[in-house]
């Protein structure tokens, strides 16, 4: 009898619980849905009201009315990839020493130091970048400025790489201990093994691990806008790199205060939010793209 | 012939387990050594002192020699890569190589410097041919390891030892995660092996001992309680221990 009366009891609480969940999950597609609608309905009208020529032009000056986008997509994009050809090897050798080769103390040291250094606030290294990268590079590259697109790589590198760390060392550690004793047990040196049975085993989890450095990078805003020199110029040359930029998130940031709600200039700087979302949209698309390519695979070979 | 001779080893791990008290054993060439006795005997860590892949592990101290072909392996100046070329190991779960069929086998090789096509598919097609698995995938070599049955994976993985013509080879519970019929499959193979191999099983039950053994050592926590030719190992053991374990009494 009292069993009886329990079950409904359990049923009721099971059905509460399962809502909320249900109620969390869908509330945050609901809120990425509104961000996006919102984003559309303040920046698609710039399409129609601003001409197509000025937005592909190569002049930022939107109180003369010129608002060429070209140059902050190519500061983004410079800076954004060289970041990432800075960060990648830096931090996957790092992920690879202390996941394969530091011993076990290190390990223990460097992990928890590269999770703290994840964690410090853009702003503050934007601080450091001021104060101590861009004099350093004005006087050692002989620049006119050391606010340049460089020094915004180098430190978006520096941002970017505990992320890589963190995540590729995570992936490397899941890697079976088997594969690794298989690999020396064959005779191949520990180089070899790591580089030919541990790396490509953990292939799927070090590209997750890109694929973040490189939207961190691309999402920064306040350290890149404090160093790359704020000049929404399009460089010409080879030496680019070395010459002022503006980002995308910069100009959203430094701007968005100061412009008429609905003005032609607020709805390019919704554009711009737009072109992000879509950035990052294709970088999520491709990494989850590879994952689930890998998946299925493996997914054919176990059934 | 003597392949191995083991003199006085001992291994004591950094948590303070002894893990091999006082072994003292000789292995014979061509024929099959059966290690057995319970989990955590030290059968496995035995193994992995003969090709130094101890070295991985938090060993706190090791003392004794272990002789291979009359030279002592344990030496911290021996060429290790060299020894396990020498030395091959299967291990308790198929581990293929994130790699493809050819290149498993292959894998070997390529690390010791063959660079020659012809001579690396030749060498790719006698070593599956060895291993009884060519007829199944000779087809596929392209695929990737993962895309076969564990029987295959464990064949293939003995393959991948074969081809680099070892002298001999370590078997660690090679057919604990597989099926009577792979099981059967790779002991017949090994029976054919030991022709031209030394080999030393660790299998992962008191039968598969028996059928397989020409020599069986008995390990109990650490120690080798007991070595014997196979028959008499499992028709009249010595020690009351080995007896017991033998006819089922514990483990």
């Not at chain 1, 961000?35 to 303040?42: M, N, P, S, T, Y």
């Not at chain 2, 003597?2 to 000789?26: A, Q, T």
């Not at chain 2, 955590?40 to 090791?62: E, I, P, Q, Y």
Request: charged share 20%; net charge neutral.
């Amino acid at each position: 009898m009292k069993e009886n009366r329990m079950a409904p009891k359990k049923q009721i609480g099971d059905t509460v619980i399962t809502s909320i969940i249900k109620v969390c999950g869908y509330s945050s597609i609901l809120f990425v849905g509104l961000i996006l609608v919102f984003l559309l309905k303040e920046g698609l009208p710039a399409l129609k009201d601003v001409p197509i020529t000025s937005l592909f032009s190569i002049r930022w000056y939107p109180i003369e009315g010129l608002f060429g986008i070209l140059p902050l997509i190519f500061g983004t994009l410079l800076v954004t990839i060289s970041a990432t050809l800075i960060a990648l090897p830096f931090g996957l050798g790092t992920a690879i020493f202390i996941s394969e080769v530091a011993p076990r103390w290190i390990k223990e040291i460097l992990k928890p130091i590269v999770e703290i250094l994840a964690g410090i606030p853009s702003v503050v290294l934007g601080f450091i970048g001021i104060l101590v990268i861009v004099p350093f590079f004005r006087k050692f590259l002989d620049l006119p400025t050391g606010l340049t697109a460089f020094t915004g790589a180098v430190l978006l590198g520096l941002i970017a790489i505990p992320t890589i760390v963190s995540v590729a060392e995570d992936a490397l550690n899941t890697v079976p201990p088997g594969y690794r004793q298989a690999g020396l047990a064959l005779g191949a040196t520990r180089w070899q093994t790591i580089w030919g049975v541990t790396v490509p085993a953990a292939k799927t989890g070090i590209l997750t691990a890109v694929m973040l450095g490189i939207g961190r990078a691309l999402g920064e805003t306040m350290a890149v806008m404090m160093v790359t020199g704020n000049a929404p110029v399009l460089p010409s040359g080879l030496n680019a790199i070395f010459e002022p930029v503006r980002t995308m998130t910069a100009t959203i940031a430094s701007e968005m205060g100061e412009v008429a709600t609905g003005s032609q200039h607020y709805q390019v700087l919704f554009l711009i939010g737009i072109l992000l979302f879509l950035l990052s949209l294709v970088i999520n698309i491709t990494a989850s793209a590879v994952s689930t390519k890998q998946r299925k695979r493996a997914e054919r070979i176990l059934s | 012939m003597k392949k191995f001779s083991v003199r006085d080893l001992s291994i004591r791990y950094s948590d303070d387990n002894e893990s091999l008290r006082k072994i003292n054993i000789e292995i014979e060439a061509n024929a099959i050594t059966v290690l057995f006795g319970p989990a955590g005997g030290g059968k496995s860590t035995f193994l992995r002192v003969l090709n130094r892949l101890n070295d991985l592990a938090d060993v706190k101290t090791m003392t004794g020699e272990v002789l291979f072909n009359g030279v002592n392996i344990l030496d911290p100046k021996l060429d290790v890569i060299d020894l396990r070329r020498k030395i091959g190991m299967v291990f308790s779960r198929p581990v293929p190589l994130p790699l493809s069929i050819y290149e498993n086998v292959a894998y070997g090789l390529i690390m010791a410097g063959e660079r020659n096509k012809k001579k690396l598919d030749s060498a790719v097609e006698a070593a599956l041919r060895q291993a009884v698995l060519w007829d199944e995938v000779y087809d596929r070599l392209s695929d990737s390891g993962f895309a076969i049955s564990g029987g295959q994976q464990q064949r293939l993985c003995l393959a991948r030892v074969l081809a680099l013509e070892p002298e001999v080879i370590m078997l660690d519970e090679p057919t604990s995660a597989l099926d009577p019929v792979s099981t059967a499959k790779i002991e017949s193979l090994l029976t054919e092996l030991k022709e031209k191999y030394t080999i030393i099983l660790a299998p992962h039950n008191v039968q598969q001992a028996a059928r397989m053994a020409d020599y069986a050592a008995f390990f109990l926590m650490g120690e080798l309680v007991e070595f014997a030719n196979g028959k008499d190992m499992f028709l009249m053991p010595k020690d009351k221990r080995s007896q017991d374990y033998i006819t089922g009494r514990f483990g």
